[in-house]
Structures are given as C-alpha cells and as structure tokens.
C-alpha cells in the first residue's frame, strides 16, 4: 500500500476490472479454505461460538456506524475504519463494490473508494495490536484464570491419554511395529490361532519362512519348528505374543515387506452416522484383517478413534497395511484420497464464474442498495465449493500452496491498485485527518471486543480461558492475537474455537463492508 500510494504521485492509471478481479481470487481462496469449517461450525455443538462470532460483528457494525455519524465520517472512511479496525481486510473490496453502485459520479465513487484504503492503512496496524491486548491480557484478567494453565487442563481432559501429531512429529516408541520371530514354542498351531491369542492388541502373521523359502499363507496354515514368521501390529499385541512364539530375530533374508499408508475417505452408506464401536462390530474380521486404522480426519481436523465417534460422509480415515490389504479395504470404504499437486481449473472457474454472477443482483429497501457484489459472490462460492469439496474429494482440488498464491497475491494486488488509484487524494486526507481516524479506529478495535468478551463470560458462560481467548481471536479473524494466544497455551487448545470462529468472522465481518456503506 505504501509503496503504491508513493508511485501514484507520479500518476498511474489502472483498470477498475484489474482491481475487482484481483479481490475475486483473494476472496474465493478465503471462502473454499473457510467453507468445510464454516458449515461445519453452524449445529447445536457450537452455538456459542456462533454467537460468540454474530456479536462481534454486529456490535463491530453499530460501533462504526455510531462513531462515522458522531465524527461525520464519509461512507469510505467509514468503511475503512471498519476493515482497519476489525483487521478483516475483506471489507475494502466488498465496501468498494457496494460503493460503485450507489449511482454516484465517478470521481466521488473514486474518492470514497480511495478514502476506504486510507481508513484501512490508518487503523489496521493498532487493530492487530488491540486484539493481542484484549485476548492475551484483558481476557485473563477479567477471568482471573490463566491460558496456559487452562490449557493444560482442557488437553488433559480432551486427550485422555491419547495425543495427536503434529507436522514433523515421529512416535519414538510407534504404536505399529513388525517383528520377526523363530517359531519354538508356538510349533502346531495354525496362523489363525496365533493372531487370536492377541490379548492387548490386533496383529497379523503377515509372512513365513519354511527351509528358508517363503510359503503361501492362509488362516489354516500349521506352523513348524524352526519356520520364520513376520508379525506386524499393535506394539503392546506383538510384544504380548512374543513368549509364545520363539526368539525374536533381528533380520532374515526374504522377509523385508512394504507396508503403505493410505488416505481414504468414507463413501459407505452402511458406516454413514454410525460410532466406531457400531461399525467395528458389523465389520468382517476377514475383510479388514492386515489393515489397521490410524488415524481419522474431519475437514482437516483430528478425530479420535474413541468407540463413541460417530463418523460422517467424507470423513478420512488413514489405513496401514500391505498394498493388497489395504486396497482391498479401501474399495469397501470408500474413495482413496490420492494427494496431488495440480488445481481444478475447472472445478474453480465454475465456482467463481458462478459467484461473480450471484454477485451481480441487487436488491433495494427503499432507497438502499444491498448487493453482495463481486467479492461477496465470490466469497459465497467459494465457501459453499470448498464445503462440497469435501464430501467429493475426488473434484476440486486446489493444493495448499496455490491457495496461499491466490489470497496473497490477490489481496496485495488489489491493494496496490488501490493504493495507485487513489495515493494522491489519501496523503492530502492523512495529512487533514489522520489523528482523527486513528481514534476512531481505537475505538472500533476495542469495544466490539470487550463487549463480546463480557458476552462470552457472563452470557455465554466461557470458563476456560484457553478456548475463550482463541474463539475470541478467531472472531476478530486475528491472526497475530491467535499466534500469542498459542504461544501462551503452549498447545493446540485454542486452534479448535478459533478455527469455527474465524470461518464465521471470515464471512460474517466481511459482509459488514457493503452494510457499512448503507447504514452511513
């Protein structure tokens, strides 16, 4: 922004179609990353971060709009004391759009236009600063309870002795290991009857040397003295067999075996809103015997495999085994998630043509135009396609890096074209009012925020301070408040209220932009 308002003096001229198609991008790539969350996030689970989101942006919008009529702030100040204020930069592009169809003369569509990114670069920079204040130092002391403390407690509770990995983690001890055993012991019983005496843990004999050939198996296979067997499975279920079978040996030719992790998403109508206890019970021991599960995934987030989870349509469960176990397992569950680095073009293209579209209606009470316009369109698409993406995870893809592309490029692209069209005319208002719009964007920062604090605590009933400070967090869409709420924490507790909030803040404050311009 900065950078462009200096080149503007010079005089640039640039499209307004660069500047609307650049906001697009962003704001489809905010809304397919938001989608499976946001639509998630709407049932009776999480009301409270519903409401929790829903305040904030409303007092958010009372705030400016009190403040732009007692100040007598212009609609694009206005605006852009919202978007700085609430650090949901969204707001310019969707507040812009709204402003280009109020029917005004073009050089007052572009002045206010450009007064929305003085607001914005004015207040933006104490609207991640008044978050961090809030979440990490008011929030715990009107609690008298602190983060980290609370989050080690909830942890505590949530995990009951389990623990997720996060990226770059290895389990020093892991949970499926192979071993190889010389049979002694265990001579005349059949393969079958070895994996059944498995007290703490599933295991399978996945390989047997006899004469030091490798021999077919089958479930009726009787075991000789001296034969060599592959046991793969739970740690604690080998490790138990282990006194019935023979000495463990450390290496024998021919009995190296490749076992694959696969991703699958569930498709199977007969595993639909059923608990994992349900579906383990109605399962073939046959059909799924080799296979272990591992993990278990909902829109990206970790699910524990407890008896009682209740498993939905195109929730990803990770399968480990030999290649023809698991996709033997795989075909009965659902569709193999193949991880791939290439972007559905078509798949986007649609979604975005299709929000551009919606973007184009407007509806008028009285004299108001309401419109959600092209980057409320797009935003629309793009949560409702990314939502879809997920129960189809066979269209649609769009790696992680691509997505970043288009919301970095596109979000600082528009503001450079923002900043090239209007540079001149912001120094000049900066230099009049800069003081006053600071102010004012003080005042937006923190009240829409103490009063959702003071909802969420006496209201609400809040009484973690963890998960409060990262739903708080999540609904002012504040990064840097989130980042220090996790390094007080020091776990992932607050990422989950955060992560519903923010998809609602995502959607729920950028919509403020076009109600801004129509209530100032």
């Known amino acids: 922004m900065l950078v462009a308002v200096v080149i503007s003096q010079i005089g640039v001229s640039i499209d307004n179609g660069v500047k609307a198609v650049l906001f697009a991008l962003f704001i489809y790539a905010v809304g397919f990353e938001s989608g499976p969350k946001f639509f998630q996030s709407l049932g ?20 400016v709009v009190i403040m732009a009529r007692l100040t007598g702030l212009d609609k694009g100040l206005a605006a852009g004391i919202a978007s700085g204020g609430l650090t949901q930069s969204a707001i310019i592009g969707t507040a812009s ?49 602190g983060i980290r403390d609370d989050a080690i407690k909830a942890e505590t509770a949530m995990l009951a002795g389990a623990h997720f990995l996060a990226r770059g983690e290895e389990y020093a001890m892991p949970p499926l290991v192979g071993r190889l055993y010389r049979i002694e012991r265990a001579a005349g019983r059949t393969v079958a009857q070895i994996e059944a005496d498995s007290a703490d843990g599933p295991v399978s004999v996945e390989r047997v040397k006899r004469n030091n050939a490798l021999i077919g198996m089958q479930p009726d296979l009787r075991l000789e003295a001296g034969d060599v067997v592959l046991l793969v499975g739970r740690r604690s279920g080998v490790v138990g067999l282990a006194d019935t079978l023979g000495p463990e040996l450390q ?33 073939s021991a046959n059909l799924y015997h080799g296979v272990y599960v591992t993990g278990l995934k909902r829109s990206d987030r ?5 008896p009682d989870t209740v498993i939905e349509a195109g929730d990803v469960v990770t399968l480990y085994g030999t290649a023809e176990d698991v996709q033997r397992v795989a075909a009965s569950v659902g569709t193999e998630v193949i991880a791939s680095d290439k972007t559905d073009f078509i ?4 979604g975005l043509a299709l929000g551009l579209l919606v973007g184009l209606a407007v509806i008028r009470i009285g004299d108001i135009p309401l419109t959600l316009g092209s980057g409320g369109g797009a935003l629309l698409a793009g949560l409702l396609f990314g939502w879809y993406r997920t129960r189809n995870l066979a ?34 208002t900066v230099v009049e009012s800069g003081l006053s719009i600071f102010l004012v964007g003080v005042v937006v920062t923190l009240v829409p925020m103490i009063i959702t604090l003071f909802v969420g605590r006496y209201l609400l009933r809040y009484d973690n301070a963890a998960i409060f400070a990262g739903a708080l967090a999540g609904s002012r869409s ?30 729920f404050l950028t919509l403020l932009g076009p109600l801004v311009v129509a209530f100032v």
């Open 395 to 428: 269209i649609g893809n769009m790696p992680t890096p691509a997505s970043t592309l288009l919301r970095d490029l596109g979000l600082a692209g528009f503001v450079a074209v923002v900043g090239l069209q209007s540079g001149r005319q912001a120094v000049s």
């Open 302 to 306: 970790p699910l524990p495999l407890a």
């Open 97 to 145: 759009s709204a402003i280009g169809k109020l029917g005004l003369p073009a050089e007052e569509v572009q002045r206010l236009q450009g007064n929305v990114a003085v607001g914005y670069a004015v207040t933006y920079i104490f609207g991640s600063f008044g978050a961090i204040l809030v979440c990490v130092n008011l929030l715990p002391w009107i609690m008298k309870r």
């Open 251 to 283: 290496s024998s030719q021919g009995m190296d075996l490749i076992m694959l992790v696969r991703d699958v998403a569930i498709a199977n109508p007969a595993f639909v809103h059923r608990t994992v206890a349900e579906i383990r019970k109605l399962s």
């Open 44 to 63: 009776r689970q999480s009301i409270r971060e519903i409401i929790l989101a829903a305040v904030l942006a409303i007092s958010g919008l009372v705030t």
């Open 478 to 507: 504040a990064n840097p408040a989130f980042g220090e709420v996790l390094d007080k924490a020091g776990n992932s507790i607050p990422t989950v209220p955060f992560a519903i909030t923010y998809a609602l803040a995502n959607v």
């Open 347 to 350: 798949y986007h293209g649609l």
